[in-house]
C-alpha cells in the first residue's frame, strides 16, 4: 500500500541561458506494488530534452537509496524494495527526482519531491520442527510458522541446508504457494551439523529474515 502525499515543485537553473533557464521536473506518479515483489515505480516530466537523471529515497532528509547518475533518457525507474533493504514499513518518505540537460558543455537540472508512505508488512518465520538434534538421517520434515501484520498473507517459501562450514546441500528456491511444511530428500550423515533455513515471502513481496 502507498499513500501520496502533496509535492514540492522545484528547479535549479545552473547556468543562464534564454531558451534553457528554469527547467522543471515533475514527478506525476509513483506506483504501487507491482507482481514479482514490491516494486515501487517512480516516474515524472522534464521540461527539456533529458541527458540524464538521478532518482534518491529520503527518509526523514537522509538518503537511503541512491541511483546515481543515470545518462538515460527514461522518464520512469523502478526501485526493488526488498533488494535494496529499504523499510517496509515508513510514513514521511521522500522521492527526489533530478533530471539533467548538457547545452554546449553546460547543465541545466530540475529537482521535484513527492511524500509518501511504505506499509508492506514484516514477514516472520519460526521454524517449529526439525528440533536442534534429529535421529532420523532422510526425508527430513521441515515445518514453520508463518506471521505478519493483520491482511497479509504468505506467497512463497524457500528452504536452503548448508554443512556448518557454508556448503550448501539444498535450496528450493523460491516456491509460490502458502505451504507450511516441506520434506527434504537428502541422506544426512549421522553425527554431523547442518545449518537449517527457512525464508519466506508475504504477498508484498517481502522477505522474512
Not at 500500500?1 to 514540492?8: F, S, W
Not at 526523514?60 to 520512469?76: E, M, V
Not at 505478519?148 to 523460491?174: E, K
Request: hydrophobic letters at 35%.
Amino acid at each position: 500500500m502507498i499513500v501520496l502525499g502533496a509535492g514540492a515543485l522545484g528547479c535549479e537553473p545552473v547556468a543562464g541561458h534564454e531558451f534553457l533557464d528554469d527547467p522543471t521536473v515533475t514527478v506525476d506518479s509513483l506506483g504501487s506494488v507491482t507482481s514479482g515483489g514490491p516494486n515501487v515505480p517512480v516516474s515524472w516530466v522534464f521540461s527539456l530534452v533529458q541527458h540524464w537523471y538521478r532518482v534518491r529515497i529520503l527518509n526523514t532528509g537522509d538518503p537511503i537509496f541512491d541511483t546515481g547518475r543515470r545518462y538515460k533518457s527514461a522518464g520512469s525507474h523502478v526501485v526493488d524494495w526488498d533488494a535494496e533493504v529499504l523499510p517496509s514499513q515508513a510514513s514521511g518518505l521522500e522521492a527526489e527526482v533530478t533530471a539533467g540537460h548538457t547545452f554546449w558543455h553546460v547543465t541545466y537540472q530540475g529537482v521535484d519531491t513527492v511524500s509518501f508512505d511504505v506499509d508492506f508488512g514484516d514477514p516472520q518465520c519460526s521454524i517449529v520442527r526439525p528440533g536442534e538434534v534429529v535421529t532420523a538421517t532422510e526425508d527430513l520434515e521441515v515445518e514453520w510458522l508463518f506471521s505478519d501484520d493483520p491482511g497479509h498473507t504468505q506467497a512463497a517459501f524457500r528452504v536452503t541446508l548448508d554443512t556448518m562450514s557454508g556448503i550448501r546441500l539444498w535450496d528450493t528456491g523460491w516456491v509460490e504457494g502458502s505451504a507450511t511444511s516441506y520434506t527434504l530428500p537428502l541422506v544426512l550423515t549421522p553425527g554431523s551439523s547442518y545449518r537449517l533455513g527457512v525464508q519466506l515471502k508475504n504477498d508484498q513481496g517481502m522477505r522474512s529474515e
